[in-house]
């Protein structure tokens, strides 16, 4: 007999995480989603200023990621997923020019830090102990309390590192996420950090395979759905109210919300989630790459952080980009072109192009803003919560997005004991 009936709300990375994982495991699973297509802030379409598809944004995996390349594995994706046999990082500074490829050794052991080679520039082998601050600092405190914010190494380095992780500038960063990131790839060697693109884009990678895992699985899935309000009796959810109608949840039946933060605060009584946000911007360029172009190279000294190449077009990504989510998009276009055809080595006009602004990208990484984050589990007995703002340890990545909708699966099936409807209700509505 399956073990029964989940309602999914959401499919974004973190609902479909939670629904194919509760298909695979035999739970009849419904899914539901307010855009007209899936994938949340992980997906890919059609634009057609450039004639061309590219991704809502520049995602980069790790080897180390191990929830999304179980994911993956799951949904039968991960020959998606592109990159180098070993660790290796290109890197270019426009202030100087100077330009290098950092790689870590495979193993735990960091005997790259001792090769000139292989290594930052100017950057010394005790240099990099700094991380170890990391690891005990005091909790609440944030990267800048706990390091040195300055420096080769750091401006080289563990700037955009943690900058691309966090989505937040690290001094103000919570050094408990810093130190996740770092225990899961770096700390883990080589063999945990090379780096994976999805070439063929996001959708093809993540959304697509997983919506026809769940097609196999028999699940039904709703687009245009939006979640207005919710019905509670006593401790559990007695009735999802969509735009178009009502839905009951039977006796038994569970509930996923994989909204986002600022929607589930709204549709749950007494629930604390982030409040702070922090932007991103994409640049995207259609131009053909020369031969031997590396897939990623990392920027510093330039409004564009990293620079992907694609087959067909040039990819930016800036990072807690508040500071430019205002600007106008042909001034934006200009700039980041600037860099990424510096960091390329290319010459000629502005190629066609497009500008994606984020502004509420991910929540803040601030230490303040992690106290935020509520678990999986809710003090309702058949609801659980899913999405990169909830207590991962990890911050608002597609690694966080894909724990997250495990947790709260597991949640499910730990709290699906089917039951009576509890006496009295309640009701909360989405503004």
């Not at 309390?145 to 103000?172: I, K, Q, V």
């Not at 995207?284 to 087959?311: C, K, N, Q, S």
């Not at 040039?314 to 934006?332: F, K, N, V, Y």
């Not at 509420?360 to 899913?386: S, V």
């Amino acid at each position: 007999m399956p073990p029964g009936t989940v309602h999914v709300v959401g499919a974004g990375l973190a609902g479909l995480s939670a629904a194919t994982r509760l298909a695979d495991r035999g739970w009849t699973v419904r899914l539901y989603e307010a855009a007209p297509q899936a994938g949340g802030r992980c997906r890919s379409y059609v634009d057609q200023a450039l004639g061309t598809t590219i991704d809502n944004g520049n995602h980069l995996l790790l080897s180390g990621n191990q929830a999304a390349l179980a994911f993956l594995d799951l949904v039968g994706a991960r020959g998606q997923l592109v990159g180098p046999e070993h660790a290796s990082f290109d890197f270019v500074d426009l202030r100087s020019g100077e330009r290098w490829r950092l790689q870590p050794s495979a193993g735990r052991i960091p005997w790259w830090i001792f090769s000139k080679a292989r290594r930052v520039p100017g950057s010394r082998p005790l240099d990099y102990l700094a991380l170890l601050r990391l690891r005990f600092a005091r909790h609440g405190a944030t990267i800048g309390e706990a390091m040195a914010c300055s420096g080769p190494l750091y401006e080289r380095l563990w700037h955009p590192l943690l900058l691309a992780a966090l989505n937040t500038e690290p001094p103000a960063a919570s050094a408990s996420l810093a130190d996740a990131v770092i225990r899961n790839t770096l700390e883990r060697g080589g063999a945990a950090c090379r780096p994976l693109v999805a070439r063929a884009g996001l959708s093809a990678t993540f959304v697509d395979p997983a919506l026809a895992f769940l097609d196999r699985h028999g699940a039904a899935v709703r687009f245009g759905s939006r979640l207005r309000s919710i019905a509670f009796a006593g401790a559990r959810v007695e009735r999802l109210e969509f735009a178009e109608g009502a839905v009951d949840v039977a006796a038994g039946e569970q509930v996923v919300l994989a909204v986002p933060a600022p929607v589930a605060a709204q549709l749950l009584p007494g629930i604390e989630t982030p409040v702070e946000h922090r932007a991103i911007v994409n640049g995207h360029f259609r131009i053909d790459v020369l031969p031997g172009a590396p897939p990623m190279i990392g920027v510093v000294g330039g409004e564009a952080e990293w620079v992907f190449t694609y087959p067909g077009r040039i990819s930016t990504t800036t990072s807690g980009a508040d500071r430019l989510i205002d600007q106008p998009r042909e001034a934006l276009a200009e700039i980041l072109w600037r860099d990424a055809a510096a960091a390329l080595g290319l010459h000629g006009p502005l190629p066609p192009w497009q500008i994606v602004k984020e502004r509420r990208a991910t929540f803040a990484a601030l230490p303040r803003e992690e106290a935020r984050r509520p678990p999986a589990a809710t003090r309702w007995t058949n609801l659980a919560l899913a999405g990169d703002y909830t207590a991962t340890g990890l911050p608002a990545t597609i690694e966080g997005a894909v724990r997250s909708g495990v947790a709260a699966a597991d949640v499910v099936e730990r709290t699906a004991v089917p039951g009576e409807h509890p006496a009295g209700s309640q009701k909360a509505v989405a503004a």
